[in-house]
């Protein structure tokens, strides 16, 4: 049973732009918000960006802001985080992970998400 799965990392040179995907199966997706977070070994897991289960409501870390877009396509139970202007310091492995409840709106904190993916690797390079 497969529930959260991310793709799309990998190795980019800083300025460039990667896509995540996530994709859900064996789980709600539609009604539920989605969030990524991202870790770097021996750190704690940060948040990145959060959407509602509708889409309509975005939120951002300050330090993301206005360069990574999050979005999804409930048709297809995926989530996405467009990732521009990448910097050195945005190499981590990402996850999503889907909210724990239906509840509206966006949330920063991991605590109230509960399916998570394994994570992809996002490496910037100078």
């Known amino acids: 049973q497969v529930h959260l799965v991310e793709s799309g990392g990998g190795l980019v040179q800083a300025g460039g732009s990667l896509r995540l995907s996530c994709a859900a199966s064996g789980i709600t997706f539609s009604g539920y918000g989605m969030g990524w977070f991202r870790q770097a070994p021996g750190k704690e897991r940060d948040f990145v960006a959060a959407?509602?289960?509708?889409?309509?409501?975005?939120a951002y870390a300050d330090s993301v802001k206005g360069r990574f877009t999050i979005s999804r396509d409930n048709a297809k139970n995926t989530a996405y985080l467009q990732m521009s202007s990448l910097k050195l310091e945005d190499t981590d492995v990402y996850y999503c992970a889907r909210r724990r409840t239906t509840i509206s709106g966006t949330s920063s904190d991991p605590s109230e998400y509960d399916y998570w993916g394994r994570g992809t690797q996002v490496t910037v390079s100078s």
């Open positions: 959407i509602s289960w509708g889409g309509r409501s975005t």
